[in-house]
C-alpha cells in the first residue's frame, strides 16, 4: 500500500469524524488525493479530492459538511467530516494520482484498504 486510511467507525447521527490518508513510501505533497465512498452493491463514488491549494467536493450532499485539508509536514492528508447522515455510511478510501483531481474512480493509481464508516443511532 501507498497510502493508509484511519480514522473511520460509528458515529450517531449528527457527530463528527475526521478520517486521515497517510503517505507510506509517497508522497503525497503533489498529488491529487481524492476520497472515495462506496456501499455494498454499488461503485465507488468520488467525494472530495485535493491538490495543492485546490480543492473541491463532488457530492452535493456533503458540501457545508465535510471538509478536505492536507498537512505536507505529516505527509497525509484529512477529511473532516460534520453532522453526518446515515446516508454517509459506507467504504471510505483515500486514493493518489498525478496532475489533476478527479472524481473517477479508474484515473487513480495507489489505493488505501479503506476505512469503514458507519452513521447509526
Known amino acids: 500500500l501507498q497510502v493508509v486510511e484511519s480514522g473511520g467507525g460509528l458515529v450517531q447521527p449528527g457527530g463528527s469524524l475526521r478520517l486521515s490518508c497517510a503517505g507510506s513510501?509517497?508522497?503525497?505533497?503533489?498529488?491529487?488525493i481524492g476520497w472515495f465512498r462506496q456501499v455494498p452493491g454499488k461503485e465507488r463514488e468520488g467525494v472530495s479530492c485535493?491538490?495543492?491549494?485546490?480543492?473541491?467536493n463532488y457530492k452535493d450532499s456533503v458540501k457545508g459538511r465535510f471538509t478536505i485539508s492536507r498537512d505536507n509536514a505529516k505527509n497525509t492528508v484529512y477529511l473532516q467530516m460534520n453532522n453526518l447522515r446515515p446516508e454517509d455510511t459506507g467504504v471510505y478510501y483515500c486514493?493518489?494520482?498525478?496532475?489533476?483531481?478527479?472524481?473517477?474512480?479508474?484515473?487513480?493509481?495507489?489505493w488505501g484498504q479503506g476505512t469503514q464508516v458507519t452513521v447509526s443511532s
Open positions: 513510501g509517497l508522497s503525497l505533497e503533489h498529488r491529487a
Open positions: 486514493a493518489a494520482r498525478t496532475f489533476v483531481c478527479s472524481k473517477k474512480e479508474r484515473d487513480f493509481d495507489s
Open positions: 485535493i491538490i495543492s491549494t485546490y480543492k473541491i
